[in-house]
């Protein structure tokens, strides 16, 4: 998540919160809405970024460290995500990050009172920026193989791969888009070879460092209990 300085519609500074990789406004601290800075199916006038400082009372408020004031949208959301993110972790997967996904994960948790939808995106976007922190991560001295990683909000990147891992075969040719979990990599006088095996599938294959980059795409680091 990144923050900016956005200008409203009728002039007032609000404190912005952006998709790090898209550059999308997804919302503002305050319960405001994006709609205050940006027009349905239109695009954020770069112009209404701005170093001025905050004018929104409840963006101020959302920032100060008055404790009535009405909470931070984002680090709200900053809760709410590593709340998931534990509770997924507990169970050995990643979490769903659609809106139903959201739903049952709140209620998985129990609680008392669980977050507004509308805070959904906001919370979405934590869990994919702690979601890509991990995929990018893996444990020291594993030979360094890259494959793609499409962050679940947008954008993609070049993440390493670790023992743990499942990764996608790209089916864009095939149509076979089955997923792996690498059981081993390692520094072979050939080079990096990385061993995968699949589910009800008993015998382990090999694929050569440029191949594996070639034909797959990285799903997820596995889950850190592991
Ligand atoms: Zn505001």
Not at 42 to 57: K, V
Not at 63 to 89: F, M, Q, W, Y
Not at 171 to 188: F, L, M, Q, R, Y
Not at 193 to 199: D, L, P, Q, R, Y
Request: with cysteine; hydrophobic share 35%.
């Amino acid at each position: 998540m990144k923050q900016s300085n956005v200008t409203g519609h009728r002039g007032d500074i609000h404190d912005g919160l952006f998709n790090s990789h898209t550059g999308f406004l997804i919302d503002l601290a305050c319960d405001a809405g994006r709609y205050e800075v940006v027009h349905p199916y239109e695009r954020l006038d770069p112009a209404r970024i701005t170093e001025a400082p905050l004018s929104c009372p409840s963006c101020k408020a959302a920032n100060s460290t008055d404790p009535t004031a009405p909470p931070h949208r984002g680090r709200l959301a900053l809760e709410h995500a590593k709340a998931v993110l534990a509770c997924a972790d507990q169970r050995g997967y990643p979490p769903p990050l659609d809106d139903e996904g959201l739903r049952l994960a709140f209620l998985a948790l129990g609680l008392e009172d669980p977050p507004a939808e509308r805070l959904y995106p906001l919370i979405r976007e934590h869990l994919t920026d702690m979601l890509t922190d991990r995929a990018l991560t893996v444990p020291e001295g594993i030979p360094s193989v890259l494959v793609h990683y499409t962050r679940y909000t947008g954008g993609t990147l070049q993440a390493p791969i670790g023992v743990g891992d499942r990764l996608m075969h790209d089916g864009i040719a095939s149509g076979n888009w089955h997923v792996v979990k690498v059981d081993a990599v390692e520094d072979t006088a050939d080079g990096v070879v990385v061993t995968v095996s699949e589910k009800d599938w008993p015998h382990p294959r090999k694929w050569t460092g440029p191949d594996i980059t070639r034909w797959f795409l990285k799903l997820d680091r596995a889950p850190s209990n592991a």
